[in-house]
């Protein structure tokens, strides 16, 4: 199995807190990003990294920032929690650009009260 | 911008059918198609990774084609058993070179005994 770990694994927060998941990898890939997933909506990507200290948004980044000061790790941060941003969050690594496959985390369940 | 569909959103088969699953996508400019699987509370499973220059991948009871100019791939998956039962998701990189993976919604796949 690929090396890619997410802490937390489940987390209850309250609305108006700030919150910060991490992605770690061990496969020294250059591409990591973050999604969300909900019942109805698949998967969305939220923002992607391209290098340290290199990222870009997706399509569902308002209300989250992140952060790759290293290769291997990646960080989720939700400025201000809300109920709509209670989901399921998946981080996944690749090097597309080479034709390997993307890895997937098993996932950081949110809840947010 | 990328849009990419899966159909049927459902399936239900008997055990030992073969069975096809289909996923579309709007922009044939790709460099890699992916195929997972997800089981019920846990993460993505990498099955088949296509890279844009081939037609088709095979792993064991699997067989991934790709058509880039109708947009069009399909997993096929051969005798089919309980165990198959899961979610199948495509993905297709954003287009371009922007390496982002960009998911349909999926196909929930429930082989009867």
């Known amino acids: 199995d690929a090396g890619i770990t997410q802490s937390p694994r489940h987390k209850v927060t309250e609305t108006g807190t700030p919150v910060t998941l991490r992605c770690h990898q061990t496969e020294n890939h250059r591409y990591m990003y973050w999604y969300r997933q909900d019942p109805g909506h698949g998967l969305r990507l939220i923002h992607y990294s391209y290098g340290v200290k290199d990222t870009d948004k997706g399509e569902v980044s308002d209300g989250y920032s992140v952060s790759r000061s290293k290769t291997e790790d990646f960080l989720l941060t939700l400025e201000s929690a809300t109920s709509s941003q209670t989901s399921v969050y998946f981080c996944a690594i690749s090097e597309l650009s080479l034709g390997t496959e993307a890895f997937f985390g098993q996932g950081t369940r949110l809840t947010v009260v | 911008k990328q849009e990419v569909t899966q159909i049927p959103a459902a399936l239900s088969v008997p055990e030992g059918e073969n069975l096809v699953l289909n996923c579309s996508f709007t922009?044939?400019?790709?460099?890699?198609l992916q195929w997972f699987r997800q089981d019920p509370g846990k993460g993505l499973t990498s099955l088949l990774l296509?890279?844009?220059?081939?037609r088709e991948q095979t792993s064991g009871r699997l067989n991934a084609s790709l058509d880039k100019s109708s947009g069009r791939s399909t997993l096929y998956i051969a005798a089919s058993q309980p165990g198959d039962s899961a979610t199948y998701l495509c993905?297709?990189?954003?287009?371009?070179?922007?390496?982002?993976?960009?998911f349909g919604t999926g196909t929930l796949l429930a082989v009867q005994p």
């Open positions: 993905a297709v990189d954003g287009g371009g070179a922007t390496n982002k993976l960009i």
């Open positions: 296509i890279q844009s220059s081939q």
């Open positions: 922009d044939s400019a790709i460099y890699n």
